[in-house]
């Protein structure tokens, strides 16, 4: 072989082995912040807000068009979809728009694509006015919103996300209107559209959004209106979310990816690379981690095995008393843990400790009747809470339950029978007369069938004509023939036929 080949070929196996050893190194040990150029990052599984990965996710930051997630929360929960709103002269506004023009008329709908994938900031103050009658109060109700999510460290002034001196929120705050966001069917089918084509109301003007989010869409035109000529970050796995850029903000990107049944989000705040590029490569590095690192892991599944706790008052059954089967969970509620890596099942114990003034029948399912603590080799990997699986009667209730449902007396026996009876006639009836109907069809066929091999096809019909007359003659009184003509040129026929036959 030649020499120059081999040593390209092992050139090219060296290389490799550096790269695969890199990739193993940062996913094996974590994610090493230095890896970063954005200011906050959060990486988050999305249905249990578990937190796979963080940098400086508590600083206050300026949120761009991010804002615009939280705004669209408030528009699918005040406005109808189908609701027709007219512009407002203040929706002219600077920055990021959908090219909406006052005294125009669209749905709340065509606002949502509008505010979701061109990141319109026209769209973003019309929909404030439609709802609060003003930017102002429209913001007083942002902040009520963000409370009620949790997002302590957050305040907001514009709609849109413009800057703002008190307009901040922080990468785990945005984290939770994102998980929020990723709950709603229709937030979640537009953040995820790629481009789209939306009308006024009347269909004289056109609206043709592209989705911002490089993860999922590669612009078809540079801002120039040229052919777009820059990189792609197509990312097999993701699904939506929102972008945001202003001159104190920098970069932001709040990305969502799926793959089998693991969902995560990543909320990048401050990429202040050249051109703001790194948080497209950043959010693919921070999926790539959570998907290779990470399994979701049900808590029943960790612990093995039921967990049934007695109960004061419990029935007895057989002549023994039942256990109530009860559900582990997390304090925020969530069945399933997110776990790092391989798991040494036989190094997994559990602690359960009963709330006895709950432990009393009856009890009602979702009942918290205890906590349990999950550990790994000693170390404590869960703390939660115990759950009733079931409802649970009293003995007596039981008992009493038991005893009415027992036949005691052949009346009693007779009186079921009877209206086992009383029901299943009618049905039993109804299914016979259709068993002898298609029976009584099919003799008819067969025998019609067999003649007409016999005699052929005609013959068969012929023969039934002639003897529905023969009948008809044999039944109708003598007198009544004689009236009436017909019968007289029919016996006439067939005496001529008669003769014609001896002949």
Known sequence: MNRKIIIRILIFLLVGMILFSSIYYVFAEGIDDSSFTAASIILVETESGDILYEKDPDVRRAPASTTKLITALLAVEHLPLEKVVTVPAEAQTGGSVMGLKPGQTVTVETLLYGL?????????????????????????????????????????VTASGLDDQDHYVTARDMSYVAREVYKDPLLRRIISTTTVTRYTEDKTVSFVMENTNMLIHTPEKMPDGSPYSGPEFLYTYANGMKTGSTAKAKGCLIASAEKEDLSLIAVILGDKSSGELERWTDAAMLFDF????????????LIGEDILLDVEGAPVVDGVQQKLKCLPVTMDGSYYLMIKGELDRSLLTHEINRN???????????????????????????YGKLLAAESMITDEEYRQKQEQSVIITDDTNGVIKEDVFKRMFWPVLVVILIVLTILLIYFILLRKNRYAKVHGK?????????????????????????????????ANRGSIGRRVRRK
Do not use: C
């Open 458 to 490: 005609d013959d068969y019909s012929k023969d039934l004509r002639r003897n529905v007359k023969r009948e008809r003659e044999r039944y109708v009184p003598r007198t009544a023939r004689e009236d009436d003509p017909s019968y007289e040129s029919t």
């Open 356 to 382: 006895e003034s709950v432990l009393t029948a009856p009890l009602n399912d979702g009942t918290e009747v205890g906590t349990i603590i999950i550990k790994n080799d000693g170390h404590v990997m869960m």
């Open 116 to 156: 979701l994938l061109s990141s319109g900031n026209d769209a973003a103050v019309t929909i404030a006015i439609e709802i609060s009658g003003n930017v102002e109060d429209f913001a007083v109700l942002m902040n009520e919103k963000a409370k009620a999510l949790g997002m302590l460290n957050s305040h907001f």
């Open 290 to 301: 959570g998907f290779s690192q990470y399994q979701k892991v049900l808590l029943t599944d």
